[in-house]
């Protein structure tokens, strides 16, 4: 254990011990974390752009549906009309 330190007695590195290996570790667990935000913020956003894929593609989806039922209404109608 290491003596208590007085004001006067010079630097806080003869003292202090570091442990190197503590804080790298620290450190890596910290940039994981970043890394995880980082992944899950990239990840709702693809999320939100594929949902609007999905409403436009529902949207032409419906429209074609619409062209082809306004197609045989219009051929129902002239061929009642003949």
């Known amino acids: 254990m290491t003596p208590p330190r007085k004001a006067?007695?010079?630097?806080?590195y003869l003292y202090?011990?570091?442990d190197a290996a503590?804080?790298?570790?620290?450190?890596?667990e910290r940039?994981?974390?970043?890394?995880w935000a980082a992944l899950d913020y990239r990840l709702g956003q693809i999320d939100a752009v594929l949902e609007r894929l999905e409403k436009?593609?529902?949207v032409g989806v419906y429209g074609v549906a619409a062209f082809l039922l306004?197609?045989?209404?219009?051929a129902v109608m002239q061929a009642a009309t003949k």
């Open 56 to 58: 436009r593609i529902w």
């Open 8 to 12: 006067s007695d010079g630097s806080r």
């Open 70 to 74: 306004a197609q045989m209404a219009e």
């Open 22 to 28: 503590a804080a790298r570790i620290e450190a890596n």
């Open 16 to 18: 202090d011990s570091f």
């Open 31 to 35: 940039v994981a974390e970043e890394r």
